[in-house]
């Protein structure tokens, strides 16, 4: 792996896509470290809710239960971009 590669997380493609579901962003323009918010138009307080429940939706047999305040605080804390979202879903996905 070259050095500025990144590791993507198993979920990350399914996150793409319904990132760009929901904000009308085409795929191909989201990459891992698109802003949720500065560069995709996201709003984590309002289409961030509709994501978790798409996600936990999703992973459902996975027994997935991402909680929206959660996942909102930990993005604020970090950089909001979509691979930080997606290491959030894979972590609670590992941890079962």
């Known amino acids: 792996m070259r050095k500025n ?3 993507l997380p198993a979920c990350y493609e ?3 896509l ?3 579901v929901t904000t009308g ?3 191909r323009d989201i990459s891992p470290h698109s802003n949720l918010v ?3 138009g996201l709003s984590l307080s309002f289409d961030l809710p509709e994501i978790v429940a798409t996600l936990n939706h ?3 047999a996975d027994s997935l239960n991402l909680i929206t305040a959660e996942v909102r605080e930990e993005l ?3 950089e909001p971009t979509v691979l930080e979202l997606a290491k959030i879903v894979q972590e609670v996905r590992d941890l079962g």
């Open 58 to 60: 999703e992973y459902e």
């Open 18 to 20: 319904i990132i760009a």
């Open 25 to 27: 962003n085409k795929v």
């Open 5 to 7: 590669q990144i590791q």
């Open 38 to 40: 500065t560069d995709l």
């Open 14 to 16: 399914k996150i793409q």
């Open 76 to 78: 604020e804390a970090a």
